[in-house]
């Protein structure tokens, strides 16, 4: 099995943090704005990119130091992989230790969806440090397959 | 072992592309303005971010598609990895596969990283496509580490 990992320093509450990987409104503003669902332990949310695509999740915790999805339905390389967002108060800072595990094989696209991890992460921490930011439909590209 | 993988796609042409991970000018718009060495096979390369600390490659290939850097020196848990960009053209894009393969332990220090050469590769991607990067010490920062 072969894994996502990143890390991001948010300057923001973990509360803060907390609630943008939880509550639908907020991962509206940094993932996609098409995302509806419910984001506590025993929910499901559905993340939709247009023609791109979707994914579907159920949540499995939603702990402050750790929240757990497993993908139910979307792209078939991440059907039972599962994303893991480990938040942790360090001085002024939430730090986000995040892994999408459990890819099959390190396939092209997995190298993709990494490196859009991180875009979207820098997303997240755009929208808890200046209020605003850049979920699907407006993300930065990455290049041809956006 | 552990790798980080990337992948991204720019608008330039393969020679472009090759230019700015093998020649030292070139290099020094989008990792670190502090690039010294020689990025042909059988040469060595010196990254420097002042105080935050140092890379030191040796070049072990400069295919046109797949350069292949092993770093010799620099944070203990680089040393001995090896760093391989494989350049490939799609239409008018040229898109660059990347991985840092040879982790030992998939440690936070690993996820920063992961984070980091995601936004280099964007800094790559920007120079070549709109003659600016972001190498250090202005590069973008990812939170608390920078």
Redesign the interface.
Known sequence: M?????????KAPLADVHAALTQVDRLAGWWTTDTTGEGQAGGALAFKFGERGFIDVKVLADQPDRILWEVTDGPPEWIGSRIVWAPNV??D?T?V???HTGWRE?V?F???C??KW??F??SL?SLLETGKGQPWPDE?S?????
């Open positions: 072969f894994d996502i990992l990143h890390r991001v320093g948010i360090s001085g800072w730090v230790m995040f892994s390190p092209e997995m190298h993709d990494s490196t991180a875009l992460l820098m921490k930065i990455i290049g041809d397959w956006d």
